[in-house]
């Protein structure tokens, strides 16, 4: 049985909706394909909009022109996808932070923890560490020595912030995320490498959201930073010294070589490339599995590499592509003649 049990008006009330019929009770929110009379729904897709007048959902988030197709209540808005994302905190998962700092935890006596805060079993707060208000640390996450957690940040299990990690308020870090582990540095001597110490931090500002298995390094000499409001996916890789710009958001596997700096409201398909020392406009839009190798300076959007086709067509194209700098001074060669053809034709 549902633990929520939530209002149709309540509902409206959060996402400054109007409600259209019934104020029935929900108890969870689901497809409009599988949602019954209990259950909260939205179309924001047009291609969608048929399902709508056959969906049993008990109420359902729809714009003003689709309100006649809801079978039962709805809660009418400007922006369905963006009043359901709001409404989906009704009915978060997650429980609430109880303040306690576990017996199996190791906190050292140095680290300021407030008395609002949770601490699970397993955890390891080293020393001059900083835990603020309503703070929420999982089981077995490892907080080194000068780090900082804000007030209503909620890190899960397994994380592990190194020494000199800033992490601002409201953030959400998930599991395995590693925050402060050394940049890729390294001189070469003619037959060996010298490693370089990274004697940077990272700084994450507020509102900010890790995915699991992300890893952000600290920087070669300043900090690494990742600006309020980013949202990163799961099993991304942050460079020494990237800096990262307001409310972006990056996808997974994607990859930020060292000291780049990402503009913000970008947006950065997955399993992409970014190389090092570059400089990506706000408002850039990068598509997925595309490769970025010299500097954005224009806001819009950017691809690279192909789109899936028949891998004969495939083979095909890859031998002409080969072939395109043999063509392209055949071209060249033939518009000279052209070009001397003409001239001796005006003679």
Known sequence: MSAFKVLASQIADLVGGSLVGDDREVIGVAP????????????????????????DAGVAIVTQNQADNVRHSAIVVKDPYLAFAKATHLFDWRPS?????????LVDT?????????????????????????????????????????????VEANVT????????????????????????????????????????????????????????????????????????????????????????????????????????????????GVTGHLDIADRTHITAMSLVSRSIKEAGAYSSGTGIEPHAQWKRNVVRFRQLDTLSQRVRHLEECVKTLSEEGKE
């Not at 707060?125 to 209503?152: C, F, H, K, L």
């Open 161 to 272: 912030l190194y020494s000199n990690v800033s992490v601002g308020v409201r953030c959400l870090i998930h599991s395995g995320a590693v925050l402060g582990a050394d940049g890729f540095g390294f001189a070469h001597n003619g037959e060996d490498w010298v490693k370089i110490v990274q004697l940077g931090g990272v700084v994450i500002g507020n509102d900010v959201e890790i995915g699991a298995g992300t890893t952000i390094d600290r920087g070669a000499l300043n900090d690494t930073i990742v600006a309020d409001g980013v949202k990163l996916d799961n099993q991304i890789q942050i460079a020494h010294n990237v800096e990262i710009g307001k409310s972006t958001a990056i996808a997974g596997c994607t990859a930020i070589a060292g000291s780049t700096r990402i503009g913000s409201h970008c947006t950065i398909a997955g399993m992409s």
């Open 110 to 154: 140095t680290a300021t923890i407030s008395p609002s805060a949770q601490v699970c079993a397993g955890v390891v707060i080293e020393a001059g560490v900083s835990v603020g208000e309503r703070a929420y640390i999982g089981p077995n996450t490892v907080i080194g020595r000068g780090s900082s957690v804000g007030s209503d940040t909620r």
């Open 97 to 105: 932070v109880s303040p306690l700092i576990s017996s199996a935890a």
């Open 32 to 55: 409009l394909n599988t949602a019954t009379p209990s259950h909260l729904s939205f179309l924001s897709n047009q291609r969608y909009l048929k399902m709508l007048s056959t969906s």
